[in-house]
């Protein structure tokens, strides 16, 4: 495959060249997948998202007017559309929780640095997956995309006690989801060697 400049890309999408659309597509699709992963229930709606988002900056690339990074452009577009996905009025119904303002960032808790080298990315996306989807989506937000709660209060209607309830809560969960999973990591490591 040919190396293209950035502007290169950007142009050949502004002309819809399908060679240029296809390496851009190629170029960011696993970094796009894992964004979507992130904020899907399971693999099959992260690639409809991402296919979502691609359609959206294929269409709106010439909205593009060169002030800041292409790839944060795009991402904010990949970012909003698995928003718009959980703000839609099917899962919008299932997700809704409201907490007290005064619940705050009480509640901190740390996750053991080594517990998170053993493991594999693959198995801790799996187990973000399982959080509450509105924990899911704000820690998502908070955690890998860099918003404040203010922002997020803004985005997902919430209070900013809120969000931070939702970050508290997802770390927790995820910190005993990875407990458990290294448990049975180990047991199933004793079995084989028969202790």
Not at 28 to 35: E, H, N, R
Not at 86 to 97: A, V
Not at 125 to 134: D, G, S
Not at 143 to 165: A, C, P, R
């Amino acid at each position: 495959m040919p190396e293209y400049t950035e502007q290169d890309i950007i142009d050949g999408c502004r002309r819809n060249d399908r060679s240029l659309q296809e390496h851009l597509y190629k170029k960011y699709y696993s970094l796009f997948l894992k964004l979507c992963a992130r904020y899907a229930k399971d693999m099959h709606d992260a690639e409809q998202l991402m296919q979502d988002g691609f359609l959206k900056i294929f269409n709106h690339i010439n909205d593009y007017a060169g002030k800041g990074s292409f790839e944060g452009w795009m991402r904010r577009i990949v970012v909003n559309t698995c928003l718009d996905y959980l703000k839609s009025k099917y899962l919008k119904n299932s997700m809704q929780l409201h907490f007290p303002d005064e619940i705050g960032d009480s509640g901190r808790f740390s996750v053991d640095n080594n517990a998170l080298d053993k493991i594999a990315l693959k198995d801790l996306l799996k187990i973000i997956q399982t959080l509450p989807p509105m924990s899911r989506t704000v820690f998502n937000l908070f955690v890998f995309d860099g918003y404040t709660h203010k922002e997020i209060g803004v985005i997902l209607n919430m209070s900013e006690g809120t969000s931070q309830w939702h970050v508290n809560n997802a770390r927790k969960n995820l910190q005993q989801k990875i407990k458990a999973s290294q448990q049975k990591e180990l047991k199933q490591q004793y079995e084989q060697k028969g202790i």
